[in-house]
C-alpha cells in the first residue's frame, strides 16, 4: 500500500510540474503573440509578418547554445545537401571570370558530361536567354542549373575552336557531392585521405579510398580531418569502426530528455592494423572530433596538429509545417574516457564566434603552452593511459605551430582578389592541348612542370592587365615567393586533372602533413607505444 501511495505521489509531482511549465508556455505564447498584434495593428509602417516571426525565431534560439539553428524554407535544400552527399543540377564546377560563364570541369557521370560538355566551354545562353556580360553573380548561376529531378535547361555554349555556338539541352540529376577531396599515396608505404564532411556516402568513400590504397602497398595511414567541420553521427562512429578493432565504445551522448545512447563498433574495419595519424586543427569539429577523440581514447592512433574546435553538442533536425527547419541541440556527447569537449558558450554567441580569433591573438595557435587547461579537465586514455584533455576541444599529441612567415599582404592580394585563380583558368584555357602533349599523366606534370622566373612574367603581367592598382611587392614577393609558386602549380593541377591532384601538389607545404610523416618515418611513432 505504502509503494502504491508513493507511485501515485511521485505522478502527481510529475503532473503538477508538467502543468505547470504548460501554462508558462502558454503565457509566453500569448505575450508573443499579443505584441505581433498591437504591431499589426498600430505600427508606423506596414509589416512584413513572416520577417518579424523569423528574426524572433532567430534571436531566441541564440539563447540556448551556439548550434541550435533555424534554417528557413528557401535554405533547407542548401543546408541538407552535404549531408545527403548529393543535389539536383547539371553537374559541372564553375566560374563566373570576366562576365563570363566557364566550366572548369564537368562531375564524372553527371549529365554535362555524358552530353559532351567539356572543361573551358563558356555558357552564355541558358533558357534562351543571354547570360553573357550582364553582371551575373554565382547564386544566379546556381538558381538557374539546379531544379527539381527529371526537369530539363536549354543552354548554349562557346567552344574554342568552333564558330558556332553549340546547343545542349541537360536533363537535371542527382549530382554527387563527394566527402573524400583527396586519396594517393604519399610515399611507397604512407598513404593519405583528405575527408571534409560526414555525409550519407561517406563510409562508401572511405572504405574504397583505404582498399585503393592497400592494394597500393600502403602501411601507414594518414587520415586528414583538418577543416573538417563534421556532419552525421553515424558516419562518425562507421569511421572510428574502420580503425578501432573487437567491440569498443566510439561516443556516449545524453541530454535532460534524452537518455545515454552509446555507440560502439560492432564490425571489422578495414585499417585495424597498421600506423595511423590523424591531422587536427582548430576548424576539425563535431563529428571529427568523435573520430579524433575515439582514436586517442583507445591509444590507437597519433593525433597531429593543433587543438579542435570544440563541438560537443548533438542537433536533431525538426522539420516545420512550412518546410523550414530547426536544428536543435538535444544531448550532449563524450568521448570513450568520459571528455565532454565541447568548448564554454556561457558569455554569448559573438564571444563563442571569436574563440578561434583569440586563439590566435592569445598566442594558441603558435605555443602549446598558451594554452591554458585546468588538472580538472584532465582525463587518461583507456590502455596506456596518457594524460589527455577535455573542455575545449581535441589536444593533439604532436602540436604543429601555425607557421605564417610565408603569408604577406601581397600574398593574401593576389588570393583574396581571385587574380592568382582567374590567371590560372586563363592559363589552363589556352594552354589545355599544350599540356596534355607534353605531359602524358599528372605524375608527369607534377615531377616536370616548374613555375619558372620566364612563367612568372606573364602571370604579373596578367595582374598588371587587370588590377592596375595592385603593386608589385618585391620584398613580399621574396618572402611568399615558394608559396605563390606552390599555389599556381597546385590550381593548375586542379584544373588540368581534378581536386585529387591539387592537395598531391599543394600539400608539399602542408607544415601539418610533413610532421605527420615525420613522425611516421622515425621512431617517433612507435616510442608511443599505442595499441591496434
Do not use: C
Not at 62 to 72: A, G, V
Not at 280 to 309: C, H, K, M, N, P
Not at 324 to 353: C, E, H, N, W
Not at 481 to 503: C, T
Request: glycine share 6%; net charge neutral; charged share 25%.
Amino acid at each position: 500500500m505504502k509503494k502504491l501511495l508513493f507511485i501515485l505521489s511521485i505522478t502527481t509531482t510529475f503532473i503538477n510540474v508538467q502543468a505547470q511549465q504548460n501554462t508558462k508556455k502558454q503565457a509566453a505564447v500569448y505575450k508573443f503573440d499579443e505584441i505581433l498584434s498591437h504591431i499589426n495593428g498600430r505600427y508606423v509602417d506596414t509589416v512584413n509578418n513572416n520577417q518579424l516571426v523569423e528574426a524572433a525565431i532567430v534571436a531566441m534560439l541564440e539563447k540556448l547554445d551556439p548550434h541550435t539553428t533555424y534554417i528557413s524554407k528557401e535554405e533547407v535544400d542548401d543546408a541538407n545537401s552535404s549531408i545527403n552527399g548529393s543535389f539536383v543540377g547539371v553537374g559541372i564546377r564553375f566560374q563566373i571570370m570576366k562576365d563570363t560563364l566557364n566550366v572548369v570541369a564537368t562531375i564524372p557521370g553527371g549529365p554535362s558530361e555524358k552530353l559532351g560538355i567539356k572543361p573551358g566551354d563558356k555558357i552564355v545562353m541558358i533558357d534562351g536567354k543571354t547570360i553573357a556580360g550582364v553582371g551575373l553573380k554565382n547564386n544566379q548561376v546556381r538558381e538557374k542549373l539546379m531544379g527539381e529531378l527529371g526537369s530539363k535547361v536549354a543552354i548554349e555554349i562557346v567552344r574554342k575552336g568552333i564558330s558556332k555556338n553549340l546547343a545542349f539541352v541537360i536533363t537535371r540529376d542527382k549530382i554527387p557531392i563527394f566527402s573524400v577531396d583527396a586519396s594517393y599515396m604519399i610515399t611507397p608505404e604512407i598513404g593519405y585521405v583528405k575527408l571534409n564532411s560526414f555525409s550519407r556516402t561517406t563510409l562508401d568513400e572511405v572504405q574504397k579510398s583505404i582498399a585503393e590504397l592497400k592494394l597500393k602497398g600502403m602501411k601507414h595511414l594518414i587520415f586528414d580531418l583538418k577543416g573538417n567541420g563534421g556532419g552525421l553521427l553515424d558516419q562518425a562512429q562507421k569511421i572510428a569502426d574502420e580503425f578501432l578493432s573487437d567491440k569498443k565504445l566510439v561516443v556516449y551522448s545524453e541530454g535532460r530528455a534524452q537518455p545515454r545512447s552509446d555507440l560502439e563498433t560492432y564490425r571489422d574495419g578495414l585499417w585495424e592494423k597498421g600506423s595511423l595519424v590523424i591531422l587536427t586543427d582548430e576548424y576539425t569539429a563535431s563529428a571529427s572530433e568523435i573520430v579524433s577523440g575515439a582514436i586517442q581514447d583507445w591509444d590507437r592512433g597519433l593525433i597531429v596538429g593543433r587543438r579542435t574546435f570544440g563541438k560537443g553538442l548533438v542537433q536533431r533536425p525538426i522539420d516545420l509545417s512550412d518546410g523550414s527547419q530547426m536544428r536543435l541541440t538535444i544531448a550532449r556527447y563524450y568521448t570513450p574516457s568520459g571528455r565532454f569537449i565541447q568548448k564554454p558558450y556561457d558569455d554569448d554567441v559573438d564571444s563563442y564566434r571569436k574563440d578561434l580569433k583569440n586563439r590566435y591573438l592569445n598566442g594558441e595557435l603558435q605555443h602549446l603552452d598558451s594554452i591554458k587547461l585546468p588538472d580538472s579537465l584532465k582525463f587518461q586514455t583507456l590502455q596506456t593511459k596518457r594524460t589527455v584533455y577535455g573542455g575545449g576541444g581535441i589536444l593533439p599529441d604532436i602540436f604543429v605551430p601555425l607557421d605564417t612567415t610565408e603569408i604577406t599582404d601581397y600574398f593574401r592580394s593576389l588570393v583574396q582578389t581571385g587574380l592568382m585563380n582567374n590567371f590560372t583558368m586563363d592559363y589552363i584555357e589556352k594552354n589545355r592541348e599544350v599540356l596534355k602533349e607534353k605531359y602524358a599523366s599528372f605524375d608527369a606534370f607534377n615531377r616536370e612542370f616548374k613555375v619558372d622566373e620566364s612563367f612568372m612574367k606573364t602571370f604579373f603581367a596578367f595582374v598588371a592587365k587587370e588590377d592596375p592598382k595592385l603593386t608589385f611587392n618585391e620584398k613580399e614577393y621574396a618572402t611568399s615567393e615558394k608559396l605563390i609558386h606552390l599555389r599556381i602549380k597546385a590550381q593548375i593541377a586542379q584544373n588540368a586533372y581534378g581536386i585529387n591532384e591539387f592537395y598531391q601538389v599543394f600539400n608539399e607545404s602542408d607544415e601539418i602533413i610533413q610532421r605527420a610523416i615525420q613522425a611516421l618515418t622515425t621512431k617517433e611513432y612507435s616510442k608511443a607505444k599505442l595499441k591496434n
